[in-house]
């Protein structure tokens, strides 16, 4: 009789790969379900939801949410932006940049572990691969077997799917920035633009990529957030923690059994914790850079505790000084409310308060006045003295609107000839405006006057801007 051949382990494998960095053992992921995975869902769920839902929304007869790259216009529901919006981007990018340090500060590498598009599309693929090939030791066989038509087929489909997630993603992306329905029937009629083909390949290349096979290699080694989250965090921050005291010395036992009584700790040393790592480490050899946060060896101790009969919480959130104090959860709360977090979140509510202030009180009606450099000042028939301007008006409402251009600060002043402007809806333009004085009024020098530009019709809108009139 044959002997049945020994099942695969980790180290049979050829997981051993040259890759990005240094040569890198393929990580194999278990499976694990529990509180902190359930937050992980929704987040997937939430944010993907967002992401690939937004674009077919409408909005008044268009795209709700539109970056109309071409014609400089951001589209958010009832508002448009434009490139003079640009201090919104800027405090935007504040806002997020001062979230995350509280955040961190709060409790590590949060984002990361729930919200980071990289956490979140490799949880995706994860759930696609364990699908099709099984969990941890299904496809820990399947890498170790020889080629034959059942190993062929399940790789198939799973990069069949991978790229199918892939290329709808990035399909998703551009049409943030081209009309999404002008955008899938380019597709449907094979006629995409030479820009958004490269933009849907590449974005949905970089995810397959990035997801599918570079995995906790980003996280480790290209994102810069590993490297410098170490000085974001200090001994109150939350973590997570393996409690060594109570832990160690580890190693196996029977099913509820004393550790105590055996000179053991409550870790039975299973290495399930470093088997639902998605980056491969062991949390019990303290907080290293890789550790994402994620909370998923936490589930799986807690269960594991669950069932050798120990208390839960061996591995768990929890702060340095906590442990090392052997704080309560009301403690360890407490201390939380340190004065860099004070400090945060009050420089985050200013930030979001001048955001949506800012948003609030935005002028619908823009106008900007320049000198025309050709005719400084003349004189022209009728006894009068002229100065040129050009004046950009823009419309930054959804509604057309007539437009009436007055000019206050100089006595006599007045705009000549023509001074009202048909401004239809979302769009600007660029219009010369003659604006006058009487001969008799006119006293060599320069003067500050005002145009003001206000629509007609219900609920008016005005804009103003002050310049010099020359009197030569």
């Known amino acids: 009789m044959n002997a049945k051949a020994p099942e695969p382990s980790d180290d049979d494998i050829s997981a051993s790969e040259e890759w990005l960095y240094e040569v890198r053992k393929k990580i194999y992921s278990r499976s694990v379900t529990g509180w902190f995975n359930n937050w992980r869902v929704f987040m997937v769920v939430f944010t993907q939801a967002l992401f690939y839902g937004l674009p077919w929304l409408q909005w008044d007869g268009r795209q709700a949410v539109l970056l109309d ?68 030791l299904a496809r820990i066989r399947l890498d170790g077997s020889d080629w034959n038509a059942r190993k062929i087929s399940k790789k198939a489909l799973k990069h069949g799917l991978w790229i199918a997630v892939a290329l709808w993603t990035g399909f998703t992306f551009v049409g943030y920035f081209t009309p999404i329905l002008t955008l899938a029937g380019q597709v449907i009629s094979a006629n995409l633009g030479p820009w958004q083909t490269f933009w849907i390949l590449f974005y949905g290349f970089a995810t397959y990529g990035n997801a599918g096979f570079m995995r906790e290699q980003v996280c480790k080694y290209m994102c810069p957030y590993a490297r410098f989250q170490s000085v974001m965090i200090d001994k109150d921050t939350l973590i997570v923690t393996y409690d060594t005291e109570r832990g160690e010395p580890r190693g196996k036992r029977g099913k509820h059994v004393d550790p105590r009584a055996q000179g053991k700790g409550d870790c039975v040393d299973c290495s399930i914790c470093v088997q ?85 009180t935005r002028d619908p009606l823009k106008m900007n006045v320049m000198r025309d450099r050709g005719v400084l000042s003349r004189e022209i028939p009728g006894g009068l003295v002229e100065n040129v301007y050009q004046i950009q008006l823009m419309n930054t409402t959804e509604k057309a609107r007539k437009i009436r251009v007055e000019v206050k600060g100089l006595e006599g002043v007045a705009v000549h000839d023509r001074n009202t402007y048909e401004l239809p809806a979302s769009t600007n333009i660029l219009e010369p405006l003659e604006v006058t004085i009487p001969v008799d009024n006119a006293k060599k020098g320069v003067y500050k006057i005002e145009i003001i530009a206000t629509s007609e019709g219900e609920k008016p809108i005005s804009a103003s801007s002050k310049t010099t009139f020359i009197v030569p």
């Open 276 to 360: 639902v790592c998605p980056t491969g480490i062991d949390i019990r050899d303290g907080l290293q850079y890789m550790c994402i946060g994620c909370g998923a060896c936490v589930d799986a101790c807690d269960q594991v505790m669950d069932k050798v009969g120990y208390p839960r919480g061996l591995i768990r959130y929890s702060s340095e000084n906590a442990m090392k104090n052997k704080w309560s959860k009301r403690q360890q709360w407490a201390h939380l409310l340190r004065p860099r977090i004070l400090i945060y979140s009050a420089l985050l509510l200013i930030m979001v308060g001048l955001f949506v202030g800012g948003l609030a």
């Open 69 to 136: 790259l071409s014609t400089r216009k951001f589209y958010f529901f009832g508002m448009i932006l434009w490139p003079q919006d640009v201090i919104f981007l800027a405090l935007l990018l504040i806002i997020s940049a001062y979230g995350l340090f509280l955040f961190t500060a709060i409790a590590g590498r949060l984002f990361c572990g729930y919200a980071c598009p990289q956490t979140v599309y490799t949880e995706i693929f994860m759930w696609i691969e364990r699908k099709v090939e099984g969990d941890r």
